[in-house]
């Protein structure tokens, strides 16, 4: 059975470091997202992409968040200076059309010291 | 009022018990509602899409009621393993978009 894949399991960082997140979505899906989820609370939409452009982002997703799809298959999800509320774990999710269900990676729990 | 409601639970129900959730939604334009369960530190996983004449898979029967704005999701013959957060999602019409809006969850406990 496809599945969404993730990379790395688990990523510690500085405060103030780059820090990049890999996807690898459905193969056959054409829409992808980045959620978040701080440990303890409810899943948050970060951001939706779809035609290799952003479709919508949320207030959490300021300047310091930034996605791009580099070539055909990764999907990735860069912060620039991370902060410690950034710290959570990062949920990739594909989906084959825009409403239908969605897939989720197995996520990225990222820590800032 | 919240765009998708949850009770948290938990529930603590026996194992073998028959189990029923909620989800209310505010919006009456929502198009699409999923049941995802969500183990402990894991990401969510897909249990069922929610259709407008109800539908079944197994033990898990999901309902939708558009008159009331919601969803419910019934779990018969509960076993140890269904043991989880079940989070309900569901997808409102944006502008060309769509936006999934996700509840906080109820967690469930089946005790043996």
């Known amino acids: 059975e496809p599945e969404v894949t993730q990379t790395p399991s688990h990523q510690v960082t500085q405060m103030g470091q780059e820090v990049i997140l890999r996807c690898v979505p459905i193969s056959n899906h054409l829409y992808f997202y980045w959620y978040r989820q701080i440990l303890g609370q409810k899943v948050e939409f970060l951001v939706s992409f779809y035609n290799n452009e952003i479709s919508e982002k949320s207030e959490i997703f300021d300047d310091q968040f930034s996605v791009e799809r580099p070539d055909g298959s990764n999907f990735t999800l860069k912060i620039r200076s991370t902060k410690l509320e950034d710290s959570a774990m990062y949920f990739c999710a594909s989906s084959e059309r825009m409403g239908d269900e969605q897939y989720f990676g197995p996520g990225t729990r990222l820590t800032v010291t | 009022r919240k765009e998708v409601e949850q009770d948290p639970g938990p529930f603590n129900v026996p194992e073998g018990a028959t189990v029923a959730f909620n989800c209310t939604y505010s919006?009456?334009?929502?198009?699409?509602f999923f049941w995802y369960r969500q183990d402990c530190r894991k990401e969510p996983k897909l249990l069922m899409s929610?259709?407008?004449s109800g539908n079944e898979d197994g033990r898990f029967t999901a309902q939708l009621n558009r008159a009331s704005q919601y969803i419910s999701l019934l779990i018969r013959d509960s076993k140890l393993s269904d043991s989880a957060t079940y989070l309900c999602?569901?997808?409102?019409?944006?502008?060309?978009?769509?936006?999934?809006?996700f509840g906080t969850g109820t967690r469930l406990k089946v005790l043996a």
């Open positions: 919006n009456s334009a929502s198009q699409s």
């Open positions: 999602v569901v997808t409102l019409p944006n502008g060309g978009t769509y936006k999934y809006i």
């Open positions: 929610v259709y407008s």
